[in-house]
């Protein structure tokens, strides 16, 4: 099956730093990726649409300045956490997809941890 | 709005037997219907995904699709305790894309 994958799976890191995640999709062109955020024993909830070559989507109540996405080609996308603070510890997960209505393919997540 | 609804849980049953789990949906927009299983602590995987009215089966999972009346299910047969997780049914639309839109998810625990 098609195979996202997700990098850091892990990080840990003071107050006020940035973080970059990363999202490939390594068998297949996906022409959106999606980002959400999972916070424990809670639902998935969908931060933006990331889409190659334009402007990334966001859901009401994200803060695009505060995360950033970049989606530069049809393989990689990029989430950036931008002067992290403990509140933003969550579990981040990408995911990407073909076609429209097509399985949507998730990344192992990233669990980012700000000290 | 679009709004996908499943009972939270937890649901509990014994090894062996049929665990049946519920979705709902608000938009009749809906063009296709998946069901993912999240392990505690891990990300989503795919287990099935159904398109049209009725039944699809792959080896122990069945997913049943009612669009009349806005619901599709998943039936895990012969239940196993490494089934327990909690199930995301997930929802899109053909006007946004490949969006998709989750519910909350179901929590499985299967009893030895």
């Known amino acids: 099956g098609a195979v996202v994958s997700q990098h850091p799976s892990r990080v840990i890191c003071k107050s006020g730093t940035s973080v970059k995640i990363e999202c490939r999709s390594l068998d297949f062109q996906a022409t959106t990726m999606f980002w959400y955020r999972q916070f424990p024993k809670q639902s998935l909830m969908l931060m933006a649409t990331s889409n190659e070559g334009s402007k990334a989507t966001y859901e009401q109540g994200v803060e695009k300045d505060k995360f950033l996405i970049n989606h530069a080609s049809l393989t990689l996308s990029t989430l950036t956490v931008t002067s992290a603070h403990p509140e933003d510890s969550s579990f981040y997960i990408c995911s990407a997809g073909g076609r429209s209505n097509q399985p949507q393919h998730f990344g192992d997540g990233t669990r980012l941890s700000i000290l | 709005q679009k709004e996908v609804e499943q009972n939270s849980g937890p649901l509990s049953v014994p090894e062996g037997a049929i665990a049946s789990l519920n979705c709902t949906y608000s938009d009749r927009g809906s063009q296709s219907f998946f069901w993912y299983r999240q392990y505690s602590g891990k990300s989503p995987e795919l287990i099935m995904f159904?398109?049209?009215?009725g039944d699809k089966e792959d080896g122990r999972f069945t997913a049943q699709l009612n669009k009349a009346s806005q619901y599709v299910s998943l039936l895990i047969r012969d239940s196993q305790p490494s089934d327990s997780a909690t199930y995301l049914c997930a929802v899109s639309y053909l006007k946004t894309g490949n969006q998709f839109y989750f519910g909350t998810g179901t929590s499985l625990t299967v009893i030895p």
């Open positions: 159904i398109y049209s009215n």
